[in-house]
């Protein structure tokens, strides 16, 4: 007879632990710990469920995102569209070379029905991974305590050219303004386009689109031109990421302020820091990992390069990991 090949799932304060390949995923009432093999035994790391939430949901929400999704210093994600890396302290440089680093590759699906198994179980009633800490409160910590699946089922928005188009994604005219952009004005622009041309010219208020987002850190297509893809998005608290580019992303700060914190992709080790004003632009280069803080909920113009060979380009040395000289 065979034996049952998955022995029932352990729990920790009534939370179910996972695995991935090698790698072992267990949370309490506070942290999430990974394991992995590393030199005959198994390393472990720690961190804060709430941020280990977030930055999966991200994760799940983006398909692995482009290049590299950092959770925190140690453990995260590599897209190889398609397949997808798991890593711990790949890009740590104290533990890479240390040789306690592991990394393992799986079919995206894989993985990403992994991950969603885990946050439906690790996600408890009233904690929203996409909300501001403020309005989601302590809800992620203590024992288990039911789930929140519309949180983390959202419908994502696929534009395909603009929202308002017909045809296209809606205007958000269904959410409410958030508290921090109550002064945001709400008129929408006159169009007056030339008779046979109703359906192709079009414009929406995007200071109004934002000012009624739901969630924060992540961007959403606004606009689409050929691979030029505009992303904004509402920004408070902290980037739930610490996002290795596999290409250079463009930055236009819309309003308020973030500050940027940019370090080397493959070690960590700091670069630099910058706050963006509303109206400064700037260039993450295709070589760097950063994350973002915003004091104040603010708006933020991710503009996305979505051309398919890029990272190959950037690897094999034919475009500089910084898009323009002066
Ligand atoms: C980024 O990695 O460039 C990024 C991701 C999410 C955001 C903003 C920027 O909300
Ligand atoms: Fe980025």
Same mark, same amino acid.
């Given at each position: 007879?065979?034996?049952?090949?998955? +022995?029932?799932?352990?729990?920790?304060?009534?939370?179910?632990?996972?695995?991935? @390949?090698?790698?072992?995923?267990?949370? &309490?009432? /506070? *942290?999430?710990?990974?394991?992995?093999?590393?030199?005959?035994?198994?390393?472990?790391?720690?961190?804060?469920?709430? !941020?280990?939430?977030?930055?999966?949901?991200?994760? #799940?929400?983006?398909?692995?995102?482009?290049?590299?999704?950092?959770?925190?210093?140690?453990?995260?994600?590599?897209?190889? /569209?398609?397949?997808?890396?798991?890593?711990?302290?790949? /890009?740590?440089?104290?533990?890479?070379?240390?040789?306690?680093?592991?990394?393992?590759?799986?079919? +995206?699906?894989?993985?990403?029905?992994? *991950?969603?198994?885990?946050?439906?179980?690790? #996600?408890?009633? @009233?904690?929203?991974? *996409?909300?501001?800490?403020?309005?989601?409160?302590?809800?992620?910590?203590?024992?288990?305590?039911?789930?929140?699946?519309?949180?983390?089922?959202?419908?994502?928005? !696929?534009?395909?050219?603009?929202?308002?188009?017909?045809?296209?994604?809606?205007?958000?005219?269904?959410?409410?303004?958030?508290? !921090?952009?109550?002064?945001?004005?709400?008129?929408?622009?006159?169009?007056?386009?030339?008779?046979?041309?109703?359906?192709?010219?079009?414009?929406?208020?995007?200071?109004?689109?934002? +000012?009624?987002?739901?969630?924060?850190?992540?961007?959403?297509?606004?606009?689409?031109?050929?691979?030029?893809?505009?992303?904004?998005?509402?920004?408070?608290?902290?980037?739930?990421?610490?996002?290795?580019? &596999?290409?250079?992303?463009? *930055? #236009?700060?819309?309003?308020?302020?973030?500050?940027?914190?940019?370090?080397?992709?493959?070690?960590?080790?700091?670069?630099?820091?910058?706050?963006?004003?509303?109206?400064?632009?700037?260039?993450?280069?295709?070589?760097?990992?950063?994350? @973002? /803080? +915003?004091?104040?909920?603010?708006?933020?113009?991710?503009?996305?390069?979505?051309?398919?060979?890029?990272?190959?380009?950037?690897?094999? @040395?034919?475009?500089?990991?910084?898009?323009?000289?002066?």
């Amino acid at each position: 007879m065979a034996t049952a090949q998955v +022995s029932a799932p352990e729990k920790i304060a009534g939370y179910r632990t996972f695995t991935l @390949g090698a790698f072992n995923f267990a949370r &309490d009432e /506070y *942290f999430v710990t990974i394991t992995w093999p590393a030199k005959g035994k198994r390393s472990s790391h720690t961190m804060s469920a709430d !941020a280990f939430l977030r930055a999966t949901m991200r994760d #799940v929400a983006w398909n692995f995102f482009y290049g590299l999704v950092n959770f925190d210093a140690v453990f995260g994600t590599r897209n190889l /569209y398609g397949k997808v890396e798991l890593f711990a302290g790949r /890009y740590n440089e104290a533990i890479h070379k240390s040789g306690l680093s592991y990394v393992e590759t799986f079919d +995206s699906g894989e993985a990403m029905a992994k *991950f969603k198994e885990i946050l439906a179980d690790w #996600v408890n009633a @009233g904690f929203d991974p *996409f909300a501001a800490p403020s309005e989601t409160g302590n809800t992620a910590f203590g024992e288990k305590n039911g789930n929140n699946m519309a949180a983390i089922e959202r419908f994502r928005v !696929a534009t395909k050219r603009m929202p308002g188009l017909e045809g296209d994604s809606p205007l958000r005219e269904d959410l409410k303004v958030n508290r !921090a952009f109550a002064d945001v004005g709400q008129e929408e622009p006159e169009i007056q386009a030339e008779p046979g041309f109703e359906k192709e010219l079009h414009a929406f208020n995007l200071f109004k689109y934002l +000012s009624r987002s739901d969630v924060t850190w992540n961007p959403s297509v606004t606009s689409v031109c050929k691979r030029s893809l505009f992303c904004p998005t509402t920004e408070e608290y902290i980037l739930p990421i610490i996002h290795g580019n &596999d290409r250079v992303e463009w *930055f #236009v700060q819309l309003s308020d302020e973030i500050t940027w914190d940019v370090a080397d992709r493959e070690t960590g080790r700091p670069r630099a820091r910058l706050t963006m004003k509303a109206g400064d632009v700037a260039a993450m280069p295709a070589d760097i990992r950063h994350q @973002g /803080y +915003s004091k104040k909920r603010s708006m933020l113009l991710v503009w996305e390069n979505a051309t398919a060979d890029l990272p190959q380009r950037y690897e094999r @040395g034919e475009l500089k990991p910084w898009p323009v000289d002066f």
